[in-house]
């Protein structure tokens, strides 16, 4: 059972969309959630988490005594040194690779820290990346409001990858990126509609064309949508 902390200033957005589907019906049987509400460690009667920026500029930023103190409440969860996560946009894009990293022989968890405002005072980062070995996670090249729908994004694509919370492990290997190949089209019944028929070798029985057949497509599909995977695929 792998236990995802996430570090927040809003813990009442969770589960939310991680509570659905086969991931849902996975928690408590191959995952755990914990959620720790930053602003319960805010010392003064007020419960402030941010605070104006040094030097000036627009927006708060969230004050590194109170995150570190909800971090360390968040690492107590854990009897080893779990995989500790901070969703920033200026950290390294998410992707396949960087979800396989995380969870590659992780029995120890993850702890997500999840940003507001215009973030979080820097030392902390420092501290944690340094002391921890937190890593900082984009979620791609635009700018959310905050951390918690990039965690939910990180927490699902991990835990897809536990054997056995799929019905079906053979999708995760053929799904996108996996082998830097988007995945080939799908179809299901009915056989035709608005006028497009499913292409017949689909419909063959013959495993080894299906095969061919789909390998042909997504690759097509790569090289036409993605050339910067497809330069990767080819070497
Ligand atoms: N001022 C920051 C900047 O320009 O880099 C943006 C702060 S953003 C409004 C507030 C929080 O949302 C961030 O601290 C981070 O936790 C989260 N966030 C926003 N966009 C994100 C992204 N693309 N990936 C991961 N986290 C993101």
């Not at 104006?52 to 708060?60: I, L, T, V, Y």
């Amino acid at each position: 059972m792998i236990l995802v902390t996430v570090v927040t200033i809003f813990p009442e957005m969770f589960p939310g969309a991680l509570a659905f589907s086969l991931l849902g019906a996975g928690l408590g049987k191959f995952w755990l959630l914990k959620v720790i509400d930053i602003r319960e460690f805010a010392t003064d009667k007020h419960k402030t988490v941010d605070d104006r920026p040094f030097g000036g500029g627009a927006g708060m930023v969230m004050k590194a005594d109170v995150v570190d103190i909800a971090l360390k409440a968040a690492l107590n969860f854990y009897s080893q040194l779990p995989k500790i996560i901070f969703m920033t946009p200026r950290g390294h894009v998410f992707s396949q690779k960087i979800a396989k990293e995380i969870m590659d022989g992780n029995d120890a968890g993850i702890i997500i820290l999840c940003g507001r405002y215009e973030g979080i005072d820097q030392r902390v980062i420092d501290f944690w990346k340094k002391r921890y070995n937190m890593r900082d996670v984009s979620i791609g090249d635009y700018i959310l409001f905050g951390g918690e729908i990039p965690a939910m994004v990180i927490i699902d694509s991990c835990l897809r990858l536990i054997p056995g919370i799929m019905n079906n492990t053979e999708s995760t290997s053929s799904e996108s990126f996996s082998i830097d190949l988007l995945e080939y089209p799908q179809y299901t019944k009915p056989r035709s509609w608005n006028s497009e028929d499913v292409p017949s070798i689909l419909l063959s029985g013959n495993h080894k064309e299906i095969a061919e057949w789909r390998t042909k497509k997504a690759e097509e599909i790569t090289k036409n949508v993605r050339p910067d995977l497809w330069k990767s695929y080819k070497k």
